[in-house]
């Protein structure tokens, strides 16, 4: 059953309930009212009736007094003597035949109405009487009752509870048909939210979304809602796959990376196998002394310099593993030690070991009094790791010039401001550069490196709710300013 169709159930059924309980209590008024002024009526016609005894040889002979009239509605009067037991009718209880019950004089009747039954043909009809006892001197000698029949009053009744029934039908019916029009109206909304759900369903367009209905009800505002999480799943979507691309990136990448050292550790130690197996043969062979000799020193000198390479391969394979295992811990939600990092003492240190780093570029330290005294909230190799990585780049992309050192203090951070006059980027790059493996066009093929120590500095970065800002300018360096919040505590 439709949510529609309920709903104008609902509707129609507290309709015919308000409509039940609204008629019966209109038709019981009426019908009250209707009654009472019939008991009126017959008491008032009861109550002029005068009656008349006459005592005759010790009997008493009551009737109606001459100058009494019966006025009005058809009423029904009959005199009941009890010190004789004679009845008189009215005419027309005689030309109907018709004999109204009394109670004996034992039953001491009380004036008062009560309701019967009399039978006029072959069909019964209920009577309305008002009863009214006779005494002399106290004595109970006769009752007059005083009645009719009301029949027209019951059609009258009953034509109106058949009006309420039908007129209450008819309101049901054309509420209930309205109430359809009205439920298909207001829920049509809710159709078209079926519908976009069933598109997005049917295909993987997260971008649709559901038009606003023109009156802001409940059912706007759930619009609205939908369309917030449609926005949020479209983007929660959109970085799932982006994080999917960058994985099969990465795996792509590393697996480059991993392959080159590699191959030519490989292909070396396959030279020295098939070098030193050649001498190896010969010296079998017998070969003269003064023609092993020269043999022997140059391959000496090929396996000196095999070895060299095998040595710079498995030396960049294990930096390139050590940074792969920090992005793997960076991925995996790897949470840092920390505490506070006096950070005047760390540059220092960093300053010292700076200066044994292969580089052809020159080291200046600037001014670094504004970190005298500052704390950080952090951990102290990660942090050295982070400076390192600048550092280290600067020296990397700067074949000639200088590589300068400073800190500032603004308000509640601190900051390193590490600037070199090496190749410089596009700026266009610079969004790019914290990407995993990228590398800017310029430096390809000109300087080594794996393009990971970036992302990694970054992920440190990020940890430490620091910042980095960039200003860099081809052919004439870069400037990485890295802040870091104060920890005043």
């Known amino acids: ?12 059924a507290m309709l015919a309930g308000a409509l039940i309980i609204f008629g019966g209590i209109v038709y019981f008024f009426i019908s009250w009212n209707t009654y009472t002024d019939l008991k009126d009526e017959v008491r008032a016609q009861s109550e002029k009736l005068v009656i008349v005894g006459t005592s005759f040889l010790n009997s008493l002979d009551l009737n109606l007094d001459r100058q009494s009239r019966i006025e009005g509605k058809d009423m029904y009067v009959q005199l009941v003597n009890y010190s004789n037991g004679k009845i008189l009718r009215s005419t027309n209880l005689i030309d109907q035949e018709l004999s109204i ?5 034992d039953s001491l009747p009380q004036l008062g109405f009560v309701e019967t039954q009399v039978v006029i043909g072959s069909k019964k009809y209920n009577m309305i009487m008002y009863q009214r006892p006779l005494h002399i001197q106290d004595e109970l000698v006769g009752l007059l009752q005083v009645g009719a029949i009301p029949y027209n009053e019951e059609q009258f009744l009953k034509g109106l509870l058949n009006s309420f029934l ?11 048909s309205i109430g359809m029009i009205i439920a298909r109206q207001a829920l049509r909304p809710i159709e078209k939210v079926i519908d976009a759900t069933k598109s997005i369903e049917r295909g993987s367009d997260l ?9 802001k009800d409940e059912i706007g505002t759930l619009v609205d809602t939908l369309n917030l999480m449609l926005s949020r799943l479209e983007k929660a979507y959109n970085e799932l796959d982006e994080a999917y691309r960058a994985q099969r990136r990465f795996v792509s990448d590393a697996s480059h990376e991993l392959r080159t050292p590699l191959t030519t550790i490989r292909g070396n130690i396959d030279l020295l196998e098939k070098m030193w197996s050649q001498t190896k043969v010969q010296a079998q062979l017998g070969e003269a002394a003064n023609s092993i000799i020269p043999i022997h020193e140059n391959h000496f000198e090929l396996s000196q310099e095999a070895m ?8 960049r394979m294990s930096t390139l593993v050590n940074d792969l295992l920090a992005l793997a811990r960076a991925d995996a939600g790897y949470v840092m030690e920390k505490y506070q990092v006096d950070v005047y003492a760390l540059t220092e240190a960093i300053v010292r070991r700076a200066q044994l780093l292969p580089r052809r570029a020159s080291w200046e330290v600037g001014d670094l009094s504004a970190l005298q005294g500052v704390t950080v909230y952090g951990n102290e190799d990660y942090l050295q790791q982070l400076l390192f990585i600048f550092i280290e780049n600067g020296f990397k992309y700067t074949p000639k010039g200088s590589v300068t050192l400073n800190a500032i203090r603004k308000d509640d951070y601190m900051a ?14 610079v969004p790019h550069i914290f990407d995993r493996f990228y590398r800017a066009d310029e430096s390809r093929g ?17 940890e430490h709710q620091g910042s980095v800002e960039v200003t860099t300018e081809e052919g004439k360096g870069s400037t990485f300013t890295i802040w870091l919040p104060i920890d005043f505590a």
């Open 308 to 315: 060299m390479d095998i040595s710079a391969e498995a030396k």
């Open 446 to 462: 000109v300087t080594a490196g794996t393009g990971l120590g970036l992302a990694i500095g970054k992920w440190i970065l990020d």
């Open 416 to 429: 390193w401001i590490i600037s070199d006059t090496g190749l410089g980027m596009n700026p266009e790059q």
């Open 207 to 215: 971008s649709v979304r559901i038009a606003e209905p023109p009156v």
């Open 1 to 12: 059953m439709s949510l529609r169709l309920r709903l104008t159930l609902w509707y129609s």
């Open 101 to 105: 019950p009394y109670p004996d004089a």
């Open 166 to 176: 039908f007129a209450s039908i008819v309101t049901v019916l054309v509420a209930f």
